[in-house]
Nanobody
Framework: QAQLVESGGGLVQPGGSLRLSCAASGSIAKINVMGWHRQAPGKQRELVALITSPGSTNYADSVKGRFTISRDNAKNTVYLQMNSLKPEDTAVYYC?????????????????WGQGTQVTVSS
């Protein structure tokens, strides 16, 4: 089984930056897709960004040009660099991973979520 551990959330002023990290642990050899979602107060959870094992990326229109997703396959870790933060970016950010290559088999339907980390953008 896999577990995702997130870090990097906090309070930042508008225009500032934060970098979120999410490390997967367990009997994992490789992860197919990793990404970030967020849920703001009173809103539904939305996709922020995702990245495949080969390196293809996808971003929500609201964060394009400001956020960058990356991954370190050797460490099974995904990052989200957030620049030019706005108050509307305030949300709980959730890490996720789908398609797990274990030491002896591949489980394409395995889907794990992190516990969430709070990002607050306020002056």
């Amino acid at each position: 089984q896999a577990q995702l551990v997130e870090s990097g959330g906090g309070l930042v002023q508008p225009g500032g930056s934060l970098r979120l990290s999410c490390a997967a642990s367990g009997s994992i050899a490789k992860i197919n897709v990793m990404g970030w979602h967020r849920q703001a107060p009173g809103k539904q959870r939305e996709l922020v960004a995702l990245i495949t094992s080969p390196g293809s990326t996808n971003y929500a229109d609201s964060v394009k040009g400001r956020f960058t997703i990356s991954r370190d396959n050797a460490k099974n870790t995904v990052y989200l660099q957030m620049n030019s933060l706005k108050p509307e970016d305030t949300a709980v950010y959730y890490c996720n991973a789908q398609g797990i290559y274990y030491s002896d088999h591949y489980s394409p339907n395995d889907y794990y979520w992190g516990q969430g980390t709070q990002v607050t953008v306020s002056s």
